[in-house]
């Protein structure tokens, strides 16, 4: 199993989301982290639709309102929940969720078992 330092709880605000390219090994993970009623929650940053990234703006994943993630580029939108998209051309697809642990110091991990 691996973890993987991403940042501390104070850094994200309430409904904000933050995004983060880690490197792992040869490859590097495009994710983002979404706190929403004191959970924090962490997604690929890959829509399903095209397989490219959700947002255009740095940290911004949320739609307008700030009620759903939304794809910028053809509008999807998704759960903030579980990450399940509800309107949109990947209807009925997800985001792909990422474990994450949290210390009893608030220290944010990505936790991998590959
Ligand atoms: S690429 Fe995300 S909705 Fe089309």
């Given at each position: 199993m691996k973890k993987i330092y991403v940042c501390q709880t104070n850094e994200l605000d309430e409904y904000q989301t933050r995004g983060f390219t880690i490197e792992v090994g040869e490859d590097s993970l495009d994710f983002f982290l979404l706190r929403q009623d004191g959970e924090i929650r962490a997604y690929l940053?890959?829509?399903?639709?095209?397989?490219?990234?959700?947002?255009?703006?740095?940290?911004e994943f949320l739609s307008l309102e700030g009620t759903h993630i939304q794809?910028?580029?053809?509008?999807a939108l998704f759960q903030?929940?579980?990450?399940?998209?509800?309107?949109?051309?990947?209807?009925?697809e997800s985001l792909t969720p990422l474990n994450l642990e949290i210390t009893e110091q608030q220290e944010i991990y990505l936790v991998s078992t590959t």
């Open positions: 940053n890959f829509c399903p639709h095209l397989g490219i990234p959700l947002n255009w703006q740095p940290d794809c910028t580029t053809h509008g903030l929940e579980d990450g399940y998209c509800f309107s949109g051309p990947c209807r009925g």
